[in-house]
Structures are given as C-alpha cells and as structure tokens.
C-alpha cells in the first residue's frame, strides 16, 4: 500500500528510517551496490523526497489479515439474506436484490470495529 514520506529518523545502527503518512516506519538506506538511494545522504535529498510514496508492508498485512476477517462476515450476511428471501418464494433475481439491500443495511461499522480488535 502506498504510503508518502512525512518525515525521517535514524535507527540505533545510524540508519535512515523513513516515517510514512500511515503511522509505520521504513528503512530508506543507501547501500550500494543493493540499494541506490543516494538521495538519503543528504538534507536537501530527504527534503527533497518528502512526500514520494513507498510500498508500507505492514499496511499491505495489515488489509490482507483485515480482509481476511471481513470478508467471510460479509459473505454470510449476503448469504444469509439471499437464502431467506428464497424461502420468502422470491426468485433468483429478487433474492440477489435483496441480498444487496441487506449489505447497504449491515452494520458494516460494526464489523469493522470487531475486525479490527482481532488485529490488535
């Protein structure tokens, strides 16, 4: 996921530690010939890069892990309304319509709050 630089600190190893929009933290070394960042050696480099975007792998696990938590939640709600509706005698088409109400009145809020405890 994308995240800009807001700003920089160095680790305890004397390394430059980019900190990123999301909260999260990302090594930016220059250390040739793996890394070419030679923009990180200088002040004017770092100002210079404030803002450019990098891949933040914790958020990336973080959405996969939330995903993973959500999703089946939601597929139940879906279900669950798409089966009742068939019960009600609704045919395919309005068993799909309603399942699609039924998400747009889900406790997506909800959800979301309890997903993200088990992340913690």
């Known amino acids: 996921m994308k995240q800009g630089i807001v700003g920089y600190l160095t680790d305890s190893e004397n390394h430059w530690v980019a900190k990123l929009e999301c909260g999260h933290v990302q090594h930016v070394?220059?250390?040739?010939?793996?890394?070419?960042?030679?923009?990180?050696?200088?002040?004017e480099g770092r100002e210079g890069h404030l803002g450019t975007e990098l891949d933040c792998?914790?958020?990336?696990?973080?959405?996969?892990?939330?995903?993973?938590l959500?999703?089946?939640?939601?597929?139940?709600?879906?279900?669950?309304?798409?089966?009742?509706?068939?019960i009600s005698g609704l045919c395919d088409e309005g068993r799909?319509?309603?399942?699609?109400?039924?998400l747009e009145n889900m406790e997506i809020a909800e959800i979301i709050h309890e997903s993200s405890r088990k992340l913690s």
């Not at 089946?72 to 009742?84: D, H, Q, W």
């Open 29 to 43: 070394r220059h250390d040739p010939p793996w890394m070419e960042r030679e923009w990180v050696t200088t002040v």
């Open 57 to 68: 792998k914790v958020c990336d696990e973080l959405a996969e892990r939330f995903a993973k």
């Open 70 to 86: 959500l999703l089946p939640k939601l597929r139940a709600g879906l279900n669950e309304s798409y089966e009742s509706a068939g």
């Open 96 to 102: 799909f319509e309603v399942s699609l109400s039924a």
